[in-house]
């Protein structure tokens, strides 16, 4: 069945450096979604992909779709503290279900 | 507020005791689900519903149940928990499925003894 692969599954970045998480789906994606969730808390939508290519931002995160649609990536320039938690891409199956992957989760020291 | 609730938010059991987890969305969502969550393996979706009295099996639907009565509710049933289903459990519902953003509860934590 359809897999999505997340890695890395940890991250330890210094405050002030960059961070990256990449996204693979063993299937075409129709659009992928990232949430973050902080530690203790629920998932939280971020940001939906939808085009082939796309490149999305939200200040200091950026989202892309890969041309296939079958792979994403988000990537936090320059990480604060706030940024700490687990960061989790999703796509819809065939079925209607959700898949989501491992989650990235991302420490920050000061 | 628009808003996701799950209870219990904790609950602590023993093998076998059946027990339900309710789960409430206020913005008229088509789309429910629920998924439980372990260490290193992420969100996987236990079951769904795409509207009242439609529900479709997701990765891990074995030893769980629900119900889709009406569309704000989207219960959770385990009949007969076992000590494997102790996680951390969260409902969720979008406007339709995977192409909207979905709307997390709070999660509720569940240990079987």
């Known amino acids: 069945g359809q897999q999505v692969m997340q890695i890395p599954q940890y991250q330890h970045v210094q405050e002030g450096e960059d961070f990256t998480t990449y996204c693979n789906s063993s299937?075409?994606?129709?659009?992928i979604q990232w949430y973050k969730q902080r530690p203790g808390g629920h998932p939280v939508f971020l940001i939906q992909?939808?085009?082939?290519?796309e490149v999305k931002k939200q200040k200091r995160l950026t989202f892309q779709f890969g041309e296939a649609k079958k792979n994403s990536s988000l990537h936090i320039t320059a990480t604060q503290t706030t940024d700490v938690g687990t960061y989790f891409c999703?796509?819809?199956?065939?079925?209607?279900?959700?898949?989501f992957g491992a989650g990235t989760r991302l420490t920050v020291k000061p | 507020e628009a808003q996701v609730t799950q209870n219990p938010r904790y609950l602590i059991t023993v093998t076998g005791k059946k027990l339900t987890v309710t789960c409430s969305q206020n913005?008229?969502?088509?789309?429910m689900s629920w998924y439980r969550q372990d260490p290193g393996l992420g969100l996987r979706q236990i079951y769904y519903?795409?509207?009242?009295?439609?529900?479709d099996k997701g990765d891990v639907p074995e030893g769980y149940k629900v119900s889709r009565k009406e569309k704000r509710n989207f219960p959770l049933i385990l009949e007969s928990p076992s000590p494997n289903q102790t996680s951390l459990y969260f409902c969720?519902?979008?406007?339709?499925?995977?192409?909207?953003?979905?709307?997390f509860g709070p999660g509720t934590r569940l240990t079987v003894l």
């Open positions: 969720a519902s979008s406007s339709r499925g995977g192409y909207y953003e979905q709307f």
């Open positions: 519903s795409m509207n009242v009295e439609v529900t």
């Open positions: 913005m008229n969502h088509e789309y």
């Open positions: 992909l939808v085009k082939s290519g």
């Open positions: 999703a796509g819809p199956g065939d079925n209607n279900d959700m898949r």
């Open positions: 299937t075409t994606l129709s659009n």
